[in-house]
């Protein structure tokens, strides 16, 4: 079984910032990447940011420049470090993992507020 445990939520004002930290534990040997959606009301869940075990990254268009994913591949914890937080950026955040082309775990969100 494998669990992905989030962490750093919160409530911020517009222009500051928050990090946010997702630990993977249990029989998962290999991870070939990591990444961090997200779902706000109303909408589709989005992927905001992913990053390979080579540490090749990509982010959504509305992020770039503002936040910034990193991993500790021997921790088996992916990071998203959000800078210049705006009110459109309040959702639930997700942490994923995948082992080949999908992501194919999930961990439980994690919410972030961010108030104008």
């Known amino acids: 079984q494998v669990q992905l445990v989030e962490s750093g939520g919160g409530l911020v004002q517009a222009g500051g910032s928050l990090r946010l930290s997702c630990a993977a534990s249990?029989?998962?040997?290999?991870?070939?990447?990591m990444g961090w959606y997200r779902q706000a009301p109303g909408k589709q869940r989005e992927l905001v940011a992913g990053i390979t075990s080579a540490g090749i990254t990509n982010y959504a268009d509305s992020v770039k420049g503002r936040f910034t994913i990193s991993r500790d591949n021997a921790k088996k914890t992916v990071y998203l470090q959000m800078n210049s937080l705006k009110p459109e950026d309040t959702a639930v955040y997700y942490c994923?993992?995948?082992?080949?082309?999908?992501?194919?775990?999930w961990g439980q969100g994690t919410q972030v507020t961010v108030s104008s």
């Open positions: 994923a993992v995948r082992r080949g082309n999908q992501y194919d775990y």
């Open positions: 249990g029989s998962i040997f290999i991870i070939n990447g």
